[in-house]
């Protein structure tokens, strides 16, 4: 892969793993409520794997950075910072799983 | 750095304003592409819609001035509260930010036009049409009394039967269809249009938040479109996607409204940022502290923005653990914005401020946004939530947030932008008058609220009983609410008189930073006699001799042409051919008027007609002209095609393929939606699971049409025409094909889309895919017209790339409704 679909890749990944992270959330929780159907641990699975893809993307951002123009240096900087920040997101997203239960 | 018209070379300026200038009659009003001419209109229209929602808030303060009052009945009030909404949402803020950003972004990033004019000015002319179809509501004695939200059932035809609410839905489907085709215009612009050296970390902060903005309206507007679409179905048809009794479920709509909606909130505030972020370094002399932190903060506040729809329905019985993951997001959206006010107070901190007018309106910005942020975080929070839901307190928040975060910063446009648009400065001292009115106006208006919806005054009320605090918290608020009136008053005789009498500007009249100040005002209508080579991120404080990008004078006063460059570093690559003025817009928008107005009225053969309308307008749009003619020409003068799929139209229509993938999600997200809700199988036990035979060969048929279509198209990049021909025929036969078995297993089916909501859905998203599969049928017809008469070559065939990415894209659709609709109900039943 060239390096500026790896730059767009890695721009993407954090939001979309932030994003599945939450709408998995949502259907877990549905699914628990309305269907009867628990399943507690595929939602701290979707959290690993949404912080594992998120701390991957940010790896390979700082790897990459290096070989780009301004520009790409400059979106792969924004990209790893948005990454940092969405690692937030999915953490208080995993502590309201923790802390936050029940259906009404 | 300065580029005003060169006096050296009268003969290019002279070339270029003959390329450029649209004529001077008439005719060429309607006609116009010229970006900044589109760009006004937007703000003036966009001011229109402003005064006429402040006359509705006017109304509404004055009959809740006192408690007890009929100066409007119930009735009356509902509906002036829908329009002000809809009027302030859809009518004023979001195309008030298109028209800024339709006349600076191109000035700002050195560019000659936008990148597609001609679908500019459609914009434009959709827009005050979808605004006169809503407003026709009030001569038609039916308005909408639903909110700007029309929550269902209440919006559905068991409790609004009148025809306000179709006024309203079928106006903003119109209207979508502006703001899409708008977003995507950006969004090309300002990839492929900068000037050579703009890379993205030299781009304008204000460029960087309308790009930002434009990718929000290309992928939140298709919910809304679809939303309001399946409410016209159910009330014109009888579908039951809103109604619980057929299967249907009023959340629904909510959760389509809101993925719309809570982005629409930043589609409304980045552009407004942009504008502060644009003021606040040039009235403090120093460079904006932050710039990528800025950056961060715009990108992650319109992604984390599509993530929060659910915090506005907290009340209505989602289950707690999700609320929570949705209050946690809406927590994070706090990490941005706190960015963005970190990064503002430190450039005013670190600078000497210079206290001109739109300095104070971004000044106030700060401080009511602050406020507004953080009553947005309090509501983020669930329990506070649940107190003050539907209070007044709602109401303060988001009138801090949105005119505290988007009419401040726009009024602060106003002054700093004008002598640009104008030539003319304001006047300061009314300027100042203007600030202050406005912002002791503001908080008596809106504070008050704060406190009387604590003390548990609801939204939407006409009037309240009297003898409580709440008299004199709602007399303030009107008090208020007029002194803002009075503001809005000293700003157009502000701009009456400035506008003949106000000072001469000159090109750079604020000592300013960015690339629209470089030349001339108002602008020369072909923007810059040449393009500025970009160095720095503050192009005209950089202390180095300016450079213009090496264009050729003949190339450039023989046609209408700007750069194209690459979308991260800003290499140029292209001299990209601007098509000339064109009727077809205007024609084109018409058409859609008459559609619209036909479904409004229930009148079938005028919706035939407008459709008919529709697709001439499209053909003579996409028909070439002779002066259309031309390649887009590499920058090294080779003669050949610049490289396939690099070209704006295919930017634009890959683009247009994702709204549209958009709206494809929409519909399947509503299918399974309310299959997880409904308490049964799904299909519901009454309706036999689909048969595959039929829908597995009509699959076969459309997805094999993608094959001669493909190889139509590399066929004419070898230059063969004669295969170019046979390959769109044969695929055109295909899915022409693909609709007859489609047709066929229609009769065959047992339900109908009354019969419950499975049916409803079944019917709309495969009718709707149907649809997509006739525009593709008439496109490659259009091709095969222009083929015969010769218009492609091996040089140029971009309208053959286009279409068959279209062509590709309705097959790969089909996909994915073929295993929701038809696999997943062997599975699911």
Not at chain 2, 304 to 330: D, E, R
Not at chain 2, 422 to 450: I, K, Y
Not at chain 2, 564 to 586: Q, V
Not at chain 2, 670 to 693: D, Q, T, V
Request: glycine letters at 8%; a positive charge.
């Amino acid at each position: 892969m060239n390096r500026d679909r790896l730059l767009w890749l890695c721009v993407a990944t954090p939001i979309t793993a932030w994003a599945a992270q939450l709408l998995l959330a949502y259907f877990l929780a549905s699914l628990a409520c309305f269907k009867g159907i628990a399943l507690p641990v595929a939602s701290h699975l979707v959290t690993v794997a949404a912080l594992i893809a998120t701390v991957g993307a940010l790896l390979v951002t700082r790897r990459i950075r290096s070989d780009l123009g301004a520009g790409g240096a400059f979106l792969a900087s924004v990209s790893a910072l948005g990454a940092a920040v969405l690692l937030v997101g999915i953490a208080l997203g995993e502590l309201a799983l923790l802390f936050v239960r029940g259906c009404a | 750095m300065r580029l005003a018209a060169d006096a050296g070379v009268p003969s290019l300026v002279r070339g270029l304003e003959r390329v450029w200038e649209s004529a001077h009659d008439e005719a060429g009003w309607v006609t116009t592409t010229d970006h900044k001419k589109i760009g006004a209109r937007y703000i003036a229209t966009a001011f229109v819609f402003f005064i006429l929602g402040g006359i509705e808030a006017l109304v509404m303060r004055a009959q809740l001035a006192l408690p007890g009052q009929a100066l409007v009945d119930p009735a009356t009030y509902d509906g002036l509260f829908t329009m002000h909404g809809t009027t302030m949402i859809f009518l004023f803020a979001t195309p008030m930010l298109s028209g800024f950003g339709n006349y600076l972004v191109p000035l700002m990033i050195g560019a000659r036009d936008m990148a597609f004019p001609r679908l500019n000015a459609f914009g434009y002319w959709v827009f005050v049409l979808a605004g006169l179809l809503m407003y026709l509501s009030f001569p038609a004695s039916s308005l909408p009394q639903n909110g700007w939200f029309a929550y269902t059932p209440l919006s559905g035809p068991a409790y609004s039967p009148e025809s306000g609410i179709d006024f309203w839905s079928l106006g903003l489907i119109f209207l979508g269809i502006a703001t899409t085709v708008g977003g995507i215009n950006f969004i090309v612009t300002i990839a492929k249009l900068r000037a050579p050296g703009m890379s993205v970390d030299r781009m304008p902060l204000f460029v960087w938040n309308i790009l930002v903005t434009a990718i929000a309206m290309v992928f939140a507007i298709p919910s809304l479109t679809v939303a309001a679409a399946l409410l016209e179905l159910d009330r014109y048809i009888g579908t039951h996607f809103y109604d619980p009794a057929g299967g249907g479920n009023p959340l629904l709509w909510q959760h389509l409204f809101w993925i719309f909606g809570h982005p629409d909130v930043y589609i409304i505030f980045m552009p407004a940022a942009g504008m502060v972020s644009s003021i606040l370094p040039v009235f403090v002399r120093r460079p904006i502290v932050g710039y990528p932190a800025l950056v961060l903060a715009s990108v992650l506040t319109i992604a984390i923005g599509f993530g929060v729809w659910a915090h506005h329905m907290f009340a209505v019985g989602l289950p707690v653990q999700a609320l929570g993951f949705f209050s946690a997001a809406s927590m994070l959206i706090a990490i941005p914005a706190g960015l963005q006010m970190a990064a503002w107070i430190a450039t005013i901190w670190a600078g000497r401020a210079l206290w001109s007018t739109a300095f104070l309106f971004a000044v106030g910005f700060i401080v009511l946004f602050l406020l507004g942020g953080l009553t947005g975080v309090m509501l983020g929070a669930l329990p506070f939530d649940w107190q003050v839901t539907d209070s007044y307190f709602v109401v303060a928040h988001f009138h801090y947030v949105l005119f505290g975060g988007m009419v401040f910063p726009l009024f602060g446009a106003f002054y700093y932008w004008f002598p640009k648009m104008s030539g003319r400065l304001l006047d300061e001292r009314l300027g100042v008058a203007n600030f202050v009115t406005m912002f002791v106006g503001f908080n008596l208006a809106f504070f008050p609220m704060h406190i009387a919806g604590m003390l548990g005054m609801p939204r939407r009320v006409y009037t309240y009983p009297g003898g409580s605090a709440l008299d004199a918290l709602n007399l303030l608020s009107t008090a208020g609410s007029f002194l803002i009136a009075v503001s809005v008053v000293i700003f157009i005789a502000n701009w009456a008189w400035a506008s003949r009498r106000g000072h001469v500007a000159g090109a750079d009249p604020w000592a300013s930073n960015t690339l629209e100040w470089a030349t001339a005002s108002p602008p020369p209508v072909y923007n810059f006699d040449r393009i500025p080579m970009v160095r720095s991120r503050d192009p005209l404080w950089d202390k180095r001799t300016p450079r213009t990008a090496s264009e050729p004078a003949d190339l450039a006063t023989s046609r209408r042409q700007t750069f194209g460059t690459s979308p991260i570093e800003a290499r140029a690559e292209t001299y990209l051919r601007m098509p000339m003025d064109s009727l077809a817009p205007a024609l084109a928008a018409a058409a859609l008027f008459v559609l619209f107005a036909g479904l409004l009225l229930k009148f079938l053969v005028v919706v035939a007609l407008g459709a008919v309308l529709v697709i001439a307008a499209v053909v003579l749009w996409l028909w070439p002209t002779r002066e259309v003619r031309g390649a887009h020409l590499p920058i090294d003068d080779a003669p050949r095609a610049i490289e396939p799929g690099r070209a704006p139209g295919w930017w634009g229509v890959a683009l247009l393929v994702g709204t549209d993938a958009t709206m494809f999600v929409a519909l399947l997200a509503s299918y399974f939606y309310l299959g997880f809700a409904a308490n049964a199988s799904w299909p519901p036990p009454e309706i036999e699971r689909p048969k595959l035979l039929m829908p597995l060969i009509g699959s076969a048929l459309l997805l094999g049409s993608s094959a001669p279509i493909a190889w139509a198209e590399r066929a004419i990049a070898r230059g063969d025409r004669t295969r170019l021909l046979i390959g769109l025929v044969v695929g055109w036969l295909m899915s022409a094909a693909f609709l007859t078995v489609q047709g066929f297993e229609y009769l065959q089916k047992t339900f109908a889309p009354q019969t419950n909501a499975y049916g409803s859905l079944f019917f709309t998203i495969t009718s709707f895919h149907g649809l997509h599969v006739v525009s593709a049928l008439v496109l490659v017809a259009v091709l095969v017209a222009r083929g015969l008469r010769g218009q492609f070559s091996r040089d140029r065939h971009l309208a053959v790339q286009n279409v068959a990415l279209w062509w590709h894209f309705v097959g790969g659709a089909w996909v994915a409704i073929f295993a929701a609709l038809y696999l997943s109900a062997q599975v699911l039943r």
